[in-house]
């Protein structure tokens, strides 16, 4: 079986997981979707879609997960994980369940490093159901270590001439790596994909009406920025390194309109959206009848992330996350390489100068960038985890011995001593501003830090962190 690194900190990313309790939580679009990883357990995603044929309803629930989350065990020269979902409708009223499915599923690679990858495995189930306003829950078990999660979401099914007109949830649809169109339902999606489409449903519209559907999708101002020093000024609270997104700056990508002449009792509707490069996006779906008495909206926010996310492999990525332990000169020098075979020549005498020994100077490269990848699976929201200030604090000094949680705060400490001031890092949850599906930490800096971080980089420079 594989082991996964930091798993120090299991206990503690329960307080990080999304929740499942709540109104607001379980009707919000991003519900569903994994928020943090929890190692050792199974990260689902989930995405359930109402279809109507033959005027028979049905709940579709897309999920997906990466291969990194399930414990494979070797069998002769193959490895093997096996999973079960199981998924329920559940009348939200009443509590009862009305429908049930599982599905048992088995994933065979040739590779131990394919078992650690983030290439997302993807299903489908469907729930038969009539009428009603419902809870979808979906449980995943990864059978091997009987780990299990589960994800929540609400569905309705309206009745048909009832005239209560409805639209669905936004469902993303992309071309994955087997050239097929999928549904995207991670809360992550890769930068610059060719194929992007946006899909929703309407019903019980009335026989004969004519519906305009508009489709906007904007673009939000979003910090993208690495974490400065501990011992650093704190950024003001109207900052945008503070608020990490400013709602109220945002560019226009895209708007396309619909209209659907005499429209039946149900319809699909379905968007094409441009390639879209790292950043925070809203995607707003509207519909209006004729006489615009009958307005109804769903939004999704996008995040959009490097297309090997969370994965640090590109050049240009690896060169950038250097910058907790390089200097500026020395970043400057690797990025100013002419080609890319320099800057790769670059980027390797730099580790080497930093330890002369070649397994040494190894190690040190793999501890760093596994660091780097953990803090995004992590700590991630409207950037990268590694960027973020408890990103920057566990890539330099790895996972803390403990974590309180108090309302707003939370405080890691590296030591056993609660009087342990340059040991222990206060963060605290941004307030101002606060939209979308995402929260920023600010790590609350102190003059006191500066000496301790400079000994914990010089750690990291003469190899004695390993």
Not at 270 to 299: C, K, N, T
Request: glycine share 6%; charged share 25%; hydrophobic share 40%.
């Amino acid at each position: 079986m594989r082991s996964t690194a930091g798993i120090v900190l299991a206990a503690a990313l329960s307080i990080w997981m999304s929740g499942c309790a709540g109104t607001s939580a379980l009707d919000a679009p991003e519900e569903g979707r994994t928020e943090a990883y929890e190692p050792g357990a199974p990260n689902f995603d989930m995405e359930s879609v109402v279809r109507v044929e033959d005027d028979r309803a049905s709940v579709e629930i897309y999920y997906s997960f990466p291969f990194a989350s399930l414990v494979f065990v070797q069998s002769n020269e193959r490895f093997e994980a096996e999973y079960e979902m199981v998924v329920r409708l559940i009348d939200r009223s009443t509590e009862r369940v009305e429908a049930e499915q599982s599905d048992i599923g088995r994933l065979t690679v040739s590779s131990y490093d394919s078992t650690l990858g983030f290439h997302p495995h993807s299903g489908r189930l469907s729930l038969r159901a009539s009428p009603g306003d419902y809870v979808v829950r979906a449980v995943m078990t990864d059978v091997e270590t009987r780990a299990r999660a589960e994800r929540r979401q609400s569905v309705r099914i309206v009745a048909a001439g009832s005239g209560d007109a409805h639209l669905g949830r936004i469902l993303l649809e992309g071309t994955g790596s087997s050239g097929r169109t999928e549904p995207l339902v991670s809360r992550h999606v890769s930068a610059r994909m060719d194929s992007l489409f946006a899909s929703i449903n309407l019903y019980n519209m009335q026989d004969g009406s004519d519906i305009d559907v508009t489709m906007s999708l904007v673009r939000y101002e979003t910090d993208s920025t690495f974490a400065a020093p501990p011992y650093w000024f704190i950024p003001s609270r109207a900052s945008l390194a503070y608020r990490g997104v400013n709602y109220a700056a945002s560019d226009t990508i895209q708007i396309s309109r619909r209209s659907l002449a005499g429209a039946s009792d149900h319809a699909s509707v379905q968007f094409s959206l441009p390639p879209l490069e790292r950043g925070m996006y809203r995607l707003r779906i509207e519909s209006r009848d004729s006489s615009r008495a009958v307005e109804m909206v769903r939004e999704r926010v996008l995040s959009v992330k490097n297309p090997t996310f969370p994965q640090i492999s590109m050049l240009d990525d690896l060169i950038e996350s250097l910058a907790y332990i390089a200097y500026d000169n020395e970043i400057d020098y690797i990025r100013a390489g002419e080609t890319q075979a320099e800057r790769k020549r670059r980027f390797d005498a730099f580790w080497g100068s930093l330890v002369s020994n070649r397994n040494v100077a190894g190690n040190l490269v793999e501890l760093y960038y596994s660091r780097i990848e953990e803090a995004n699976l992590f700590f991630t929201g409207y950037k990268e985890g590694w960027m973020t200030d408890r990103g920057m604090i566990f890539t330099i000094l790895g996972p803390p011995v403990y974590i309180d949680r108090r309302m707003d705060l939370e405080i890691w400490h590296y030591s056993y001593g609660d009087r342990d001031p340059v040991n222990t890092f206060v963060f605290e949850r941004a307030r101002e501003g606060r939209e979308g599906p995402f929260e920023t930490y600010i790590l609350q800096r102190r003059p006191y830090y500066q000496n301790a971080w400079a000994r914990a980089i010089d750690r990291w420079r003469d190899g004695t962190v390993l």
